[in-house]
Protein backbone atom coordinates (compact mmCIF):
# COMPACT_ATOMS: atom_id res chain seq x y z
CA UNK A 1 0.00 0.00 0.00
CA UNK A 2 2.99 2.80 0.97
CA UNK A 3 4.43 1.56 -2.34
CA UNK A 4 1.29 2.22 -5.00
CA UNK A 5 1.29 5.55 -2.50
CA UNK A 6 5.06 6.77 -3.87
CA UNK A 7 4.15 6.09 -7.49
CA UNK A 8 0.52 7.56 -7.20
CA UNK A 9 1.51 11.00 -5.80
CA UNK A 10 4.36 11.95 -8.16
CA UNK A 11 1.80 11.25 -11.14
CA UNK A 12 -0.68 13.73 -9.95
CA UNK A 13 1.91 16.36 -9.16
CA UNK A 14 2.84 15.54 -12.77
CA UNK A 15 -0.47 16.43 -14.09
CA UNK A 16 -1.62 18.87 -11.98
CA UNK A 17 1.94 20.88 -13.15
CA UNK A 18 0.88 20.01 -17.08
CA UNK A 19 -2.56 21.70 -15.71
CA UNK A 20 -1.02 24.55 -14.88
CA UNK A 21 1.30 25.09 -17.33
CA UNK A 22 -1.29 24.19 -20.11
CA UNK A 23 -3.26 27.27 -18.19
CA UNK A 24 -1.12 29.93 -18.42
CA UNK A 25 0.09 28.71 -22.46
CA UNK A 26 -2.19 31.31 -23.71
CA UNK A 27 0.03 34.16 -22.81
CA UNK A 28 3.39 33.22 -24.24
CA UNK A 29 6.39 34.89 -23.05
CA UNK A 30 8.75 35.92 -25.60
CA UNK A 31 12.70 37.13 -24.94
CA UNK A 32 14.98 38.53 -27.10
CA UNK A 33 16.17 35.10 -28.52
CA UNK A 34 12.10 34.20 -29.79
CA UNK A 35 10.34 37.74 -30.22
CA UNK A 36 11.41 38.37 -33.80
CA UNK A 37 10.98 35.43 -34.96
CA UNK A 38 7.65 35.07 -32.94
CA UNK A 39 5.79 38.67 -34.44
CA UNK A 40 7.01 38.16 -37.84
CA UNK A 41 5.08 35.01 -38.00
CA UNK A 42 2.91 35.17 -41.68
CA UNK A 43 -1.09 35.76 -41.46
CA UNK A 44 -0.19 36.33 -37.15
CA UNK A 45 -0.58 39.02 -35.50
CA UNK A 46 0.65 39.47 -31.53
CA UNK A 47 -0.84 42.16 -29.03
CA UNK A 48 2.25 41.95 -26.49
CA UNK A 49 2.28 43.82 -23.17
CA UNK A 50 5.25 45.15 -22.41
CA UNK A 51 5.88 45.61 -18.53
CA UNK A 52 8.32 44.81 -15.63
CA UNK A 53 7.80 43.31 -12.43
CA UNK A 54 8.47 46.47 -10.08
CA UNK A 55 5.67 48.78 -11.74
CA UNK A 56 2.68 49.39 -9.77
CA UNK A 57 1.05 50.12 -12.65
CA UNK A 58 1.95 46.60 -14.54
CA UNK A 59 1.05 44.91 -10.69
CA UNK A 60 -2.39 46.66 -10.61
CA UNK A 61 -3.44 44.78 -14.00
CA UNK A 62 -3.71 41.61 -11.98
CA UNK A 63 -5.01 38.66 -14.35
CA UNK A 64 -6.16 41.12 -17.05
CA UNK A 65 -3.55 39.62 -19.63
CA UNK A 66 -3.82 36.10 -18.82
CA UNK A 67 -7.79 36.79 -19.18
CA UNK A 68 -7.16 38.11 -22.69
CA UNK A 69 -5.32 35.20 -23.25
CA UNK A 70 -8.28 32.78 -22.19
CA UNK A 71 -10.26 34.93 -24.01
CA UNK A 72 -8.65 34.75 -27.71
CA UNK A 73 -7.99 30.57 -27.02
CA UNK A 74 -8.86 29.32 -30.62
CA UNK A 75 -8.20 32.57 -32.70
CA UNK A 76 -5.62 30.89 -34.90
CA UNK A 77 -4.67 34.56 -36.58
CA UNK A 78 -3.91 36.22 -32.74
CA UNK A 79 -1.41 35.32 -30.76
CA UNK A 80 -1.47 37.50 -26.69
CA UNK A 81 2.40 37.92 -25.40
CA UNK A 82 4.48 39.56 -22.89
CA UNK A 83 7.53 41.21 -22.49
CA UNK A 84 9.68 41.62 -19.25
CA UNK A 85 11.42 44.59 -20.07
CA UNK A 86 13.50 43.59 -16.98
CA UNK A 87 15.26 40.76 -18.29
CA UNK A 88 14.75 41.41 -21.65
CA UNK A 89 15.84 44.62 -22.41
CA UNK A 90 16.84 44.58 -26.05
CA UNK A 91 13.99 43.59 -27.26
CA UNK A 92 11.82 47.04 -25.41
CA UNK A 93 14.73 49.32 -26.88
CA UNK A 94 14.41 47.89 -30.32
CA UNK A 95 10.23 48.82 -30.06
CA UNK A 96 10.65 51.27 -28.61
CA UNK A 97 9.22 50.88 -25.46
CA UNK A 98 9.74 53.87 -22.57
CA UNK A 99 6.29 53.22 -20.23
CA UNK A 100 4.85 50.62 -18.53
CA UNK A 101 2.80 48.90 -19.31
CA UNK A 102 2.56 49.59 -22.97
CA UNK A 103 0.70 47.29 -25.37
CA UNK A 104 1.25 46.85 -29.49
CA UNK A 105 -0.05 44.48 -31.81
CA UNK A 106 2.26 43.36 -35.06
CA UNK A 107 1.35 41.81 -37.78
CA UNK A 108 3.58 39.79 -40.32
CA UNK A 109 6.68 41.41 -38.41
CA UNK A 110 5.45 45.13 -38.69
CA UNK A 111 4.36 47.02 -35.22
CA UNK A 112 0.50 48.01 -36.09
CA UNK A 113 -0.51 50.37 -33.73
CA UNK A 114 -0.08 50.81 -29.46
CA UNK A 115 -3.55 50.25 -27.64
CA UNK A 116 -4.13 53.24 -25.66
CA UNK A 117 -7.59 52.60 -24.39
CA UNK A 118 -9.74 50.95 -20.92
CA UNK A 119 -8.00 48.31 -19.58
CA UNK A 120 -11.17 45.45 -19.30
CA UNK A 121 -10.89 42.20 -21.38
CA UNK A 122 -13.89 43.63 -23.68
CA UNK A 123 -12.48 46.48 -24.60
CA UNK A 124 -8.98 44.81 -25.45
CA UNK A 125 -10.38 41.93 -27.32
CA UNK A 126 -12.42 44.00 -29.39
CA UNK A 127 -9.70 46.46 -30.44
CA UNK A 128 -7.37 43.42 -31.08
CA UNK A 129 -9.60 42.08 -33.03
CA UNK A 130 -10.97 45.36 -35.08
CA UNK A 131 -7.21 46.26 -35.74
CA UNK A 132 -5.81 42.35 -36.82
CA UNK A 133 -8.41 42.46 -39.51
CA UNK A 134 -7.43 46.00 -40.61
CA UNK A 135 -4.01 44.58 -40.92
CA UNK A 136 -4.93 41.12 -42.65
CA UNK A 137 -6.56 43.16 -45.15
CA UNK A 138 -4.27 45.63 -46.05
CA UNK A 139 -1.48 42.78 -46.07
CA UNK A 140 -3.82 41.13 -48.56
CA UNK A 141 -3.58 44.07 -50.87
CA UNK A 142 -0.17 44.65 -50.79
CA UNK A 143 0.42 40.45 -51.46
CA UNK A 144 -1.85 41.05 -54.48
CA UNK A 145 -0.19 44.49 -55.67
CA UNK A 146 3.15 41.91 -56.51
Known amino acids: MKLGAWVIAPMIILVLSLTIELTKAEVITLTP ?5 KVKEKDTAWFVKFCVPWCKHCKKLGNLWEDLGKAMEGDDEIEIGEVDCGTSRAVCTKVDIHSYPTFKLFYNGEEVTKYQGKRDVESLKAFVVEETE ?13
Open 33 to 37: ETFSD
Open 134 to 146: KAAEKAQLEDKEL
